[in-house]
Each structure stands twice: as C-alpha cells, then as structure tokens.
C-alpha cells in the first residue's frame, strides 16, 4: 500500500509538472500595441510573460522580439504567436555585418549605403583618398527633405576618414531639427564643380536610449555567452528592426555602453 502511495505521489508531480511547467520571455521591443490578455498590460521593453499567457494583438501590424534565455530570440506577430509551437522560429545570431575597410570605388560606396542602413550615435570611416580626396572642393555631403525643402549637410571629416554624426547632420541654420520628412536620404560626392549622386538609401539614427534598453535586454539573457555571439545577437536584432549596421560602429557603440571586451 505504502508503494503504491509513493508511486501515485510520483505520478502526481510529474504531471503537474507537466501541466503547470511554462517557460518565461522577456519584451525586447514591440512594434505596435500587444496586450496580455489576462492581465490587461501591454507589453513593452522589459516586460516578462509566459508561453501560457494569451497575447492579443491590437494591429496586424504588431510585432514584438522577446527572448529566453535558453531558447534564443523570437520574433512574434498576429500570424506567428504560439510559443508553445515555435521551436524552428527562433532566430540565429547574425556574425556577418557590413565592414568598414576602405570604400574604394563608387560601387562599394553604393553597396554599403543601401535599403535600410541604421548608424549608432556616430559613425567613422576611412575613405580611399586617390578616388574620393576630402577637402574644401571635394567632400561628401546627405540631401534630405525638411518641410518639403530639400536640404543639403556637407559631412564632416578629418584627413580620410568620414564623420557622419546625427547632431550635426540634423541642424538647419545652425539649429537643431527633430529630423527630417522622412528616413530616405541621398548620399553624394563634391567633386569641384561637379556633385555625383552615389546612393539612395534609408538612414536610421535608433534613439540611443531606447536601443540601450532594448540591448540590455539581451544581453542580460545571454550574459554568459562569449563575446562573438554577444556581439552576433546584437548585429542580428539590429539589423532586425532598424537596418544594417557597420560592424566597427556596433563594435565601439557596444564596447562603450556595455563594457564589452573581446575575449
């Protein structure tokens, strides 16, 4: 009787275990309003749920990239929601990442500032001085539109490297703008008398605040991987929600945040 006591005890938790066993994520960033249902919260950057919650999604639209630490990142949307079944949507980091090098030909410069291009704070790179010299007669400079004007900003730069900072680029007479009409900008290059279209292309700025929050996240889930998928999951999330990044500009903006060394 007493082994058979034991043996439906040991049943018993193993089921509950079963049953009540759930696994817990964490809000990364989210794109649109999507409500945990029996709460009535909205997730946001922080927020902790379980794959047992109900979400309801206020928009089609909506997404939201939440973590576990053991499982990985996930990005969730009205069509791809159910945590319990989404073993094969988890998302590999991401090793790849534009270079910075020197551009040397036209054709690099157009590869590299294309689609969506996202620069953290600041971003410095070193030029091919024999095709694009940098001085007063030869320089780049963005166009972009501010209240329907199109609006020329020479870069900064100092001997070959090229400076695109967003304090800077973002003024008009000399006073700081909220941005401009929209994220499409145009890359060109002075050259004497002559300005060479190279690109068009989006330009993302992540308010720097909100991406440092967003990154803390990850980096608190995955804070004993080493420093190459530190750096991978970082790129991949990046490059997930605001655009392609330069890889020495995630590297210093990383390593000046976040203390990040490599090993």
């Known amino acids: 009787m007493k082994n058979q006591f034991q043996f439906s005890l040991l049943l018993f938790i193993l089921f509950s275990c079963g049953t009540y066993a759930?696994?817990?994520?964490?809000?990364?960033?989210?794109?649109?309003?999507?409500?945990?249902?029996?709460?009535?919260?909205?997730?946001?950057?922080?927020?902790?749920?379980t794959d047992k919650d109900d979400l309801l999604f206020r928009t089609a639209e909506a997404t939201a990239a939440v973590i576990n630490p053991q499982k990985g990142r996930l990005i969730l949307t009205s069509r791809n929601h159910d945590l319990s079944a989404a073993n094969s949507n988890y998302l590999p980091p991401m090793y790849s990442m534009a270079t910075r090098g020197t551009l040397i030909s036209r054709a690099d410069l157009q590869n590299h500032f294309s689609g969506k291009y996202a620069i953290l704070e600041k971003l410095s790179m070193v030029m091919n001085k024999t095709n694009f010299p940098m001085d007063k007669d030869h320089f780049f400079f963005f166009r972009y539109a501010y209240k329907s004007e199109n609006i020329n900003k020479k870069l900064d730069?100092?001997?070959?490297?090229?400076?695109?900072?967003?304090?800077?680029?973002?003024?008009?007479?000399?006073?700081?703008?909220?941005?401009?009409?929209?994220?499409?900008?145009?890359?060109?290059?002075?050259?004497?008398?002559?300005?060479?279209?190279?690109?068009?292309?989006?330009?993302?700025?992540?308010?720097?605040?909100?991406?440092?929050?967003?990154?803390?996240?990850?980096?608190?889930?995955?804070?004993?991987?080493?420093?190459?998928?530190?750096?991978?999951?970082?790129?991949?999330y990046v490059t997930e929600f605001y655009g392609k990044v330069d890889r020495s500009n995630l590297v210093s903006w990383a390593e000046k945040n976040f203390k990040l060394k490599a090993e």
């Open 22 to 49: 759930q696994d817990n994520y964490k809000v990364i960033k989210v794109n649109g309003t999507i409500t945990i249902k029996a709460r009535g919260t909205d997730l946001q950057t922080g927020t902790v749920f």
């Open 157 to 236: 730069f100092s001997g070959d490297t090229l400076i695109i900072d967003k304090k800077k680029l973002y003024t008009v007479d000399g006073k700081p703008i909220p941005g401009p009409d929209n994220t499409r900008i145009s890359l060109y290059y002075k050259n004497g008398p002559e300005s060479v279209l190279i690109n068009n292309f989006e330009l993302i700025f992540p308010d720097n605040e909100k991406i440092k929050q967003e990154i803390q996240v990850i980096l608190e889930a995955f804070k004993n991987r080493p420093y190459k998928e530190k750096l991978g999951e970082i790129n991949s």
